[in-house]
């Protein structure tokens, strides 16, 4: 079964920290280069952070030096985490996880499957 599941979010004060984590189901979830998607309100969603295969990073300028995506150790897990720090009233939204094209700056695809979401608040 293909299967996403987002979790971690919350209300922060700025500057704060979170983590968010995602159970991806699904084999071609383990074969794909993910990502963090971030969805505000009134705007599209919009990819912030790629991981790759091999564990390469990428990263979208508006969260670059305070967000780190990363791969759980066991692979078999298939969890993946974005650190979020110096957080910003600005990065308040809805975060998904997915699969993506690595690296960031390359066109992406679209999906139809996404999980719930978790909400992450800043408030300042």
């Known amino acids: 079964q293909v299967q996403l599941v987002e979790s971690g979010g919350g209300l922060v004060q700025s500057g704060g920290s979170l983590r968010l984590s995602c159970v991806a189901s699904?084999?071609?979830?383990?074969?794909?280069?993910m990502g963090w998607y971030r969805q505000i309100p009134g705007k599209n969603r919009e990819l912030i952070a790629v991981?790759?295969?091999?564990?390469?990073?990428?990263?979208a300028d508006s969260v670059k030096g305070r967000f780190t995506i990363s791969r759980d150790r066991d692979n078999s897990k298939n969890t993946y985490y974005l650190q979020m720090r110096s957080l910003e009233p600005d990065d308040t939204g809805v975060y998904y996880c997915?699969?993506?094209?690595?690296?960031?700056?390359?066109?992406?695809?679209?999906?139809?499957?996404w999980g719930q979401g978790t909400q992450v608040t800043v408030s300042s």
């Open positions: 991981i790759n295969t091999g564990g390469d990073t990428s990263y």
């Open positions: 699904g084999t071609i979830f383990s074969i794909s280069p």
């Open positions: 997915n699969r993506a094209r690595f690296p960031i700056t390359v066109m992406q695809s679209l999906y139809d499957i």
